[in-house]
């Protein structure tokens, strides 16, 4: 069965810095990673997939992921961290197992609170 | 905007009593869930539908009924709702691809928090 594991419940940066938000996972095919953001009071909107392809992936906000296979992980990144990216974050894995009539589910790590001081 | 609305967005409710939490979708996609949020679990899938009448258990579907008679909603119930249900439930669609398979990729509402006394 697929996991993903966050390791981190808090990551703290400063505003300007780079961030890294770390995410681990495992599949027994080939991996459809994905990360959310959640802002306060809100539900989860959709940052960027990896299906295949290049291993750096670019997505919404200035965020970019890197896919490292031999590592099994799929780690968040963003060069200059603003307060506004202050919000939880999620890495989701595409569930090996085709569920039927044309579906697949994510399979959600337990998230990792990013706080950028100011 | 995928053009999702949960209601309610907000509701307390006592032990034994039955909860109907609804979820429109204005867009007329194939594919809906229903999560719970919870701290140190991440998201968990309740139930999902792939079509009117078509729906099927996700991880945690214990305790929970749905029903899908119309494209645009999803109708997540607790028949007898329990402390342990106290969260947040997300609703969520996934647009299918060219051939009809979910990429993976979801859509959320912005959620419905339930409080169990």
């Known amino acids: 069965a697929q996991s993903v594991a966050q390791p981190e419940d808090q990551v703290n940066v400063a505003e300007g810095n780079p961030l890294t938000v770390k995410c681990t996972y495992s599949?027994?095919?080939?991996?459809?990673l994905f990360w959310y953001v959640q802002y306060p009071n809100r539900g989860l909107q959709f940052l960027l997939k990896?299906?295949?392809?290049?291993?750096l992936v670019k997505g919404s906000y200035g965020f970019e992921a890197e896919f490292n296979k031999s590592q099994t992980s799929f780690h968040l990144k963003k060069p200059s961290a603003l307060v506004s990216d202050s919000a939880l974050y999620f890495c989701a894995v595409r569930d090996d197992a085709y569920s039927g009539a044309g579906s697949y589910q994510l399979t959600f790590g337990k998230g990792t609170k990013l706080s950028v001081i100011p | 905007d995928a053009g999702i609305t949960q209601s309610p967005r907000h509701k307390v409710t006592e032990t034994g009593t039955p909860v109907t939490l609804r979820c429109h979708q204005t867009?007329?996609?194939?594919?809906m869930y229903w999560y719970r949020q919870d701290p140190g679990h991440g998201l968990r899938l309740i139930h999902y539908s792939y079509g009117v009448k078509d729906t099927d258990k996700g991880e945690v579907s214990d305790g929970y009924s749905v029903s899908r008679s119309k494209t645009e909603d999803f109708l997540l119930t607790l028949e007898s709702a329990t402390s342990s249900q106290t969260s947040v439930y997300f609703c969520?669609?996934?647009?299918?691809?060219?051939?009809?398979?979910?990429?993976?990729?979801?859509?959320f509402g912005e959620g419905s928090r339930l409080t169990v006394l």
């Open positions: 867009e007329n996609h194939r594919y």
């Open positions: 599949v027994s095919g080939n991996p459809y």
């Open positions: 969520a669609i996934s647009v299918a691809g060219k051939a009809l398979v979910s990429t993976g990729e979801l859509f």
């Open positions: 990896y299906i295949t392809g290049d291993n």
